[in-house]
């Protein structure tokens, strides 16, 4: 067990740096780059989500821009690579070019980055006077809310459903539960999280719920029961549609394991011995059909925690780490991209080691040492 786990440890460097030299090019070759959106800031043309999310930084890049700007403002008409800089001195446009690290060579540029990541310091936002660490920081309890919560919950209910539509296969159970599951796979998880609104958050209907945030506004003046009820009181909604939308697919592999085991041979041989229907179903066949239910737990709960919440975040008004990723990807706000994506893929690759390593736990008889990498 120790010498895969080690050529797994291997493993994860070149995994880890073709992802992040495949989405460091594709990314410096996109248009719209920093450069650019400090040219759009200033010029005036910057709008839409840009404009938004520009203004919310208090932006120290874009302070020292402006001054730059108002420095250079004698400019004369010349030709630029960069979008809306035409009247722009050149002098200043390399000063922003310097000011994002833009006048080193790709190539050296990448090599500075992996550097400070291998070193843990991921640096400073571009648009956002703060650190990424402390940006991170400061919106991972959203995410990690949403995450833990909707995994949970989704694992707690579609593994016993799972298994029960397995035993009752083609009962009348099974099947009103599939089209349920099938109407829950089929409506994105955003429009729930609208209807719920319009239903219980004071839309058309019923004032049962907050419309947004985390928490109350007076949160900080309540007792700490006050607390835990008001942050449940507001996580409920954008809770049941992430759940309601991400249920069904486990559910359903779930249900579609567990058949796969029961018509084996070894059930009918355990059955023929006598064992109780509970004995073999918990006994036998449990261990075997939830292997392939914990192979998709890091990407459920990746997904869940990173991507899946993007638009219920949005939706009501969650500051995470989703919202956080999507305004960096918009503005073109490098350290926030690229700091995240390191250390989010490290996490994932790490936590896809720890569930191989859990199969032997759930079933002694698997043996990594036998089979390569």
Do not use: C
């Not at 108002?70 to 809306?84: E, F, I, P």
């Not at 539960?177 to 209907?205: E, H, K, Q, R, W």
Request: no cysteine; glycine share 10%.
């Amino acid at each position: 067990m120790l010498a895969y786990i080690i050529r797994r440890l291997l493993l994860i460097i070149p995994t880890l740096l073709g992802i992040m030299v495949i989405n460091f090019t594709i990314v410096q070759f996109a248009p719209g780059g920093p450069v650019e959106q400090i040219i759009a800031q200033l010029t005036g043309t910057d709008v839409g989500a840009t404009a938004r999310i520009g203004g919310t930084g208090g932006s120290e890049a874009g302070s020292g821009a402006q001054t730059s700007l108002q420095a250079s403002t004698s400019a004369t008409a010349n030709s630029s690579k960069y979008r809306g800089a035409q009247g722009l001195d050149p002098e200043f446009i390399k000063q922003l070019e310097k000011q994002f690290g833009f006048d080193k060579p790709l190539h050296e540029r990448f090599l500075l980055m992996m550097g400070n990541y291998l070193r843990f310091d991921f640096g400073s936002s571009y648009f956002r006077d703060e650190t990424v660490i402390n940006l991170v920081l400061d919106k991972m309890p959203v995410s990690i809310s949403l995450g833990i919560w909707t995994t949970l919950l989704v694992y707690f209910i579609s593994i016993p459903l799972g298994i029960r539509k397995a035993v009752h296969d083609g009962s009348k159970f099974d099947i009103w539960t599939s089209s349920l599951v099938s109407v829950g796979n089929a409506i994105p998880g955003f429009l729930f999280a609208v209807l719920l609104i319009v239903l219980f958050s004071g839309g058309s209907y019923l004032d049962w719920f907050p419309l947004r945030g985390l928490t109350s506004d007076n949160w900080d003046q309540m007792s700490w029961p006050m607390k835990i009820a008001d942050y449940l009181w507001h996580m409920v909604l954008p809770i049941t549609a992430l759940v309601i939308g991400g249920f069904a697919s486990l559910t359903l592999l779930t249900k579609n394991s567990f058949l796969d085991q029961i018509n084996q041979q070894y059930v009918l041989t355990a059955k023929a011995k006598g064992l109780t229907e509970n004995r073999v179903l918990y006994g036998h066949v449990f261990r075997n059909a939830m292997l392939i239910v914990i192979a998709g737990f890091p990407a459920a709960f990746i997904g869940i925690l990173f991507t899946g919440a993007l638009l219920i975040e949005i939706i009501f008004s969650l500051d995470g780490l989703g919202l956080l990723g999507f305004e960096a990807l918009i503005k073109r706000d490098y350290p926030i991209i690229f700091g995240t994506l390191y250390f989010f893929t490290l996490f994932g690759l790490v936590i896809s080691l720890i569930t191989d390593l859990t199969y032997t736990i759930v079933d002694p008889r698997i043996d990594f040492e036998a089979r390569d990498v």
